[in-house]
Every structure is written in C-alpha cells, then in structure tokens.
C-alpha cells in the first residue's frame, strides 16, 4: 500500500499551531506577525514529518505573494451581473496603479471555507462580495488575522467596510414612489434576505411603507434569486394577482430587467398600468423601455475603495510590531442618488398620513 502523504495538517498538529500559520510560515507570507519561536517550531516539524509541499501550489503562492482575491458569493450569475462587473471594473484600475493582482473566486450559495481559500490561493488579504447576516466564514478570517474587507455592511462583524447605506436608499426610492401617489407598492427582493444588502433593502421598504402608515402586504413580497429569470417569474406571479399593486420596486436592476419583460409578455405597459423603479444604476437601465427610474450606486466606487482599504491594512500588517493592537476595522459609506427616467408614473402628490 502506497504510504500516506505527510499534509499541512500534520505539521500544524505536530508544531501546535493553525493550519494557516503552517501555510504562512512555509510560504514566507509577508505582512504576517508571527513570531520566531513559532516559525522555528513549523519548520522543524516539517523537518521531522519530512513534509513536502505540493511545489504546484507553492509556485501558485509565489506568483500570487502580491495577490488580493475576491471572494463572491453569487452562484451562476456572477458573470453576468452587470454590478459586479462594475465593482471588479473599479477594483482593476486600483489594483493596476499598486501593481498587484486580483484573484476572482465565485462561489456557491452555502459556501463559507474563506480561510481554506486564502491557504490554498496564497492571497495577502482578501475583498468579499454579497456576505450573509452572520456568516462564520467572516469570523473565522478575523480571528486568523487574515485581512480582510466586506462590500456589504455586517452589523455585529469586526472586519473592515465598504458600503452604501442600502437600508437608507430602499426607503427613499419607495418614498418617492408613495410621494408619487401609488398606494400599493409591491417589492421583489433581488436575493434570499439572509443576504446582507437585501435584508436592508427590504427594511427601507417597509421602512418607507410605515412612515405613510402602512404595513406590508406579504402577498405583494416575492423573493428573487440575483437573475432577470427570478425577477421574470416574480412580476409574473405579482401581475396575476387581484388586485394589482399599481408599483413594484426591484431589488435590483436586474430583476427589473425581467419584471419589465414580464409586463411586456402580456401586454402590460409600464407606466401606464404599472411602475417599476430598480436599484444600482446599471448601464443598461437608461436603454430599457422605458428607461428604468432606479437608485444609483457607485459601483466602481466601492471597488476602489475596498481595494485602497484592504492594502492599507495589508500594509499595517507588515508595519506592526510583534504583539502590538490590531487596528480597529474602518467604515467607509459612500453616497447613493435617485436617478429619475420613465419606468414609473406620477399618480397624485401625496404625503405622509399626520
């Protein structure tokens, strides 16, 4: 029988150390603080254990030692979403000008091994996109020192963000839309809610719904999963019912995309029988017909930004003395605005019930 192959885990048992720092230690990653007892203590156990790394992967993790990767939860679609184009589209220009490269890994819905896919890319830090509520992947980076960012914001999480104030922009896209004197405003969120963006998307619109004096009728509430396809079938579902809300605010453009396609099956124009109004601005929202009213993200913004972020705190690392505080995380929110176009029909002034 062929003899096992002496693994990272087996040196990281034998040392008493994390796997991570196993990987560290044997790729000479810089900008770790991990002290020379410790370094002394992996290598000699890899001496002992008579472990050989995979030379593939070290190779990998030479080539990648001024690496950032990014990390997307986002399924089938993550090429086709035209916002995450723009948010990669802001990183690459940062990334260009320092000169490093970035490492793009979609990844599956139930997918939390962050840590494992720093170990095994050799990344220096890495940049996550459309992060859960509580994601323990999260946690598990922060406490392996492994730096970090979120484009999402996370209440209770101590990594650094970058974001807008998703909650805050929801409620005033449907303010507008109650301002413009639709009482019935039915929403299609552009992901599960155990998403960090769209749970705070659907806070704003019931947000919005209460400052007027109105609670949500759950029968007006579809779910989409980041696909024009899962916003087709939702104003699908939602044009079916009786009576029909007169409004419908998208989670995000894309499930605008299908919900106007939807109406146009069947022959229901929008604005005239129903609005639409989306979220993000993509580049395709002012060529739809009509043109989508929809809120404004910086997409390349919070690319550039996350990326500016993360190597500052790559570089605190490398700076900092053995034993010294981390750095507290960092918040950075950038603004958002209404872009105002043809998707949805003025009805009446209105205003919040006294």
């Known amino acids: 029988m062929k003899p096992r192959r002496v693994s990272a885990q087996d040196v990281a048992e034998r040392a008493g150390v994390s796997r991570t720092t196993v990987s560290f230690v044997l790729n000479n990653s810089p900008g770790k603080s991990i002290t020379e007892e410790t370094r002394r203590r992996v290598l000699r156990a890899a001496d002992e254990l008579g472990y050989m790394p995979n030379q593939d992967a070290r190779r990998l993790a030479l080539v990648r030692s001024s690496a950032i990767g990014v990390f997307i939860t986002h399924s089938q679609y993550v090429y086709s979403d035209v916002f995450i184009s723009r948010v990669v589209e802001g990183m690459s220009q940062a990334v260009n000008k320092n000169r490093i490269q970035l490492v793009i890994q979609p990844l599956r819905f139930e ?18 996109i459309n992060t859960r509520e509580k994601d ?5 980076l922060c406490s392996h020192g492994v730096p970090a960012v979120s484009i999402d914001f996370m209440e209770d999480s101590l990594v650094d963000q970058v974001y807008v104030d998703n909650r805050g922009a929801a409620r005033e896209i449907v303010k507008l839309v109650l301002d413009w004197g639709h009482s019935d405003v039915a929403m299609i969120t552009h992901a599960p809610l155990e998403f960090s ?12 719904l209460a400052e007027y004096g109105m609670g949500i009728n759950e029968a007006w509430v579809h779910y989409g999963s980041f696909s024009e396809d899962s916003g087709y079938r939702a104003m699908s579902a939602l044009l079916r019912h ?13 499930i605008a995309y299908g919900a106007l396609m939807a109406c146009r099956d069947i022959g229901v124009a929008v604005p005239d029988d129903i609005s639409i109004v989306g979220f993000d601005d993509d580049y395709l929202s002012r060529y739809t017909d009509p043109p989508l009213t929809t809120m404004a993200l910086p997409a390349a913004g919070l690319g550039s930004e996350a990326v500016n972020l993360l190597i500052r705190r ?12 981390y750095l507290p995380s960092q918040r950075i929110v950038l603004p958002t605005h209404i872009s105002i176009r043809g998707s949805c029909k003025r009805m009446k002034e209105a205003g919040p019930e006294n």
């Open 111 to 128: 997918e939390h091994g962050y840590l494992r896919l720093v170990e095994e890319s050799g990344v220096q830090g890495v940049i996550l």
């Open 242 to 254: 009786e009576p029909r809300p007169t409004a419908v605010f998208a989670g995000n453009d894309m």
């Open 197 to 208: 963006a769209s749970r705070r998307r659907f806070e704003g619109y019931r947000d919005a």
């Open 314 to 325: 790559i570089q605190a690392g490398r700076d900092a003395e053995p034993g010294s505080e």
């Open 136 to 140: 323990p992947g999260v946690a598990e």
